[in-house]
C-alpha cells in the first residue's frame, strides 16, 4: 500500500499497488495505524515528505509490530530527481 500525495500514490496505482491519498502527515499516521488489524497488508510505502514529520511515531510502530513494513521513499519532485518507483518497489520487494 502506498501512502502519500496524489502523484506518488498514483504513481504506485499505475503498478497495481493499492494507495491512499493524503494531504497531511496526521492522517498518513492515522491510516497506517489503522492496518493493526488488516492481514492483507505486508508492506507500507510512504512518501518521505508527509513521513518526516511522522518519523518518530513510525520508528515506533515498526518497534511494535513488523509487519506491515513501513518504508519511506523519495516524493515526487524531490532533490532526488528521476525516481523509478517500479524499479524502487522491484528491489525492495526482491523481484
Known amino acids: 500500500m502506498a501512502v502519500g500525495s496524489r502523484i506518488f500514490v ?3 496505482q499505475l503498478a497495481g499497488v493499492e494507495g491512499i491519498k493524503v494531504e497531511l ?3 498518513a499516521l492515522q491510516h ?3 492496518l493493526d488489524t488488516a492481514s492483507d ?3 507500507v510505502l510512504i512518501s518521505e515528505d508527509i513521513g ?3 518519523r518518530n511515531q513510525l520508528t515506533s510502530i515498526r ?3 513488523p ?5 519511506e521513499l523519495p516524493a515526487p519532485g524531490s532533490i532526488k530527481e ?3 518507483y517500479r524499479a524502487l518497489l522491484k528491489q525492495i520487494l526482491g523481484v
Do not use: H
Open 10 to 12: 498514483t504513481s504506485f
Open 25 to 27: 502527515s496526521s492522517e
Open 32 to 34: 497506517i495505524n489503522s
Open 41 to 43: 497488508v505486508g508492506l
Open 52 to 54: 518526516k514529520e511522522i
Open 63 to 65: 518497534a511494535k509490530r
Open 67 to 71: 509487519i506491515p513494513l513501513i518504508f
Open 82 to 84: 528521476n525516481v523509478d
